[in-house]
């Protein structure tokens, strides 16, 4: 039972254009959710995060919207970049994070 | 910074063998969780713990074990490795209060070969 789902395994976007990361969940009841990046060999590091009672919040070139209503967050990057190529993994928190499957976003020049 | 040390980036074990693999934190977090990552699979939880001495089973506990005997150390212990045990396993601690918007900090993972 996959509670928090990223339907695209993989996203490829050309540098300085916008990535769009999707993720769907299931329970009504996440009161925050997260988005994690992560680097081969490395351990995930925090992002951006979104209350369940906000519909958008910025930070920088990252910009995190939340639907309640149709249970489906978004993460914007703005322009993408190079760098900004690795796992992204959104998570839902009740008493302990529930993370999704990941998506391999690639920023090509 | 708050730092979370796992002690071995990669290990190769042989299938039946016990496996400890260790987790220390330097920020005095009660919260301390283990996770593997498999691709396709994303960041499953295998036991996490909200004080020294207790723990919970997360989603997939079968074939592992932890121990919490201090408030730093987070130690995750497969009984007896077996082939379909090899993963990137990463260890991670949060604050008392779970609800919280900057959720946790990760370990650089521990990658394991069990041949």
């Known amino acids: 039972d996959q509670q928090v789902k990223q339907n695209s395994p993989s996203l490829s976007v050309q540098e300085g254009r916008i990535s769009i990361l999707n993720c769907d969940y299931t329970?009504?009841?996440?009161?925050?959710f997260l988005w994690y990046k992560k680097y081969p060999a490395e351990g995930p590091t925090f992002l951006i995060s979104?209350?369940?009672?906000?519909d958008k919040n910025e930070d920088g070139r990252f910009t995190v919207f939340l639907n309640k209503s149709a249970k489906h967050l978004s993460l914007h990057i703005v322009p993408s970049q190079p760098g900004d190529s690795a796992v992204y993994f959104c998570?839902?928190?009740?008493?302990?994070?529930?993370f999704g499957t990941g998506t391999r976003l690639q920023v090509f020049p | 910074d708050v730092k979370v040390t796992q002690s071995s980036r990669y290990l190769v074990k042989r299938t039946g063998e016990k496996v400890f693999l260790e987790c220390v934190q330097d920020?005095?977090?009660?919260?301390m969780f283990w996770y593997r990552q498999d691709p396709g699979l994303g960041l499953r939880l295998i036991y996490f713990s909200y004080d020294v001495k207790m723990k919970e089973k997360g989603d997939i506990p079968e074939g592992y074990s932890v121990s919490r005997e201090k408030k730093e150390r987070f130690s995750l212990i497969l009984e007896s490795a077996s082939t379909n045990q090899t993963s990137m396993y990463l260890c991670a601690s949060s604050l008392a209060d779970r609800r919280s918007n900057y959720g946790y900090t990760f370990g650089s993972g521990t990658r394991l070969t069990v041949v």
């Open positions: 329970n009504s009841m996440f009161d925050y």
């Open positions: 979104i209350s369940s009672i906000k």
């Open positions: 920020m005095d977090h009660e919260n």
């Open positions: 998570a839902a928190n009740t008493d302990k994070l529930i």
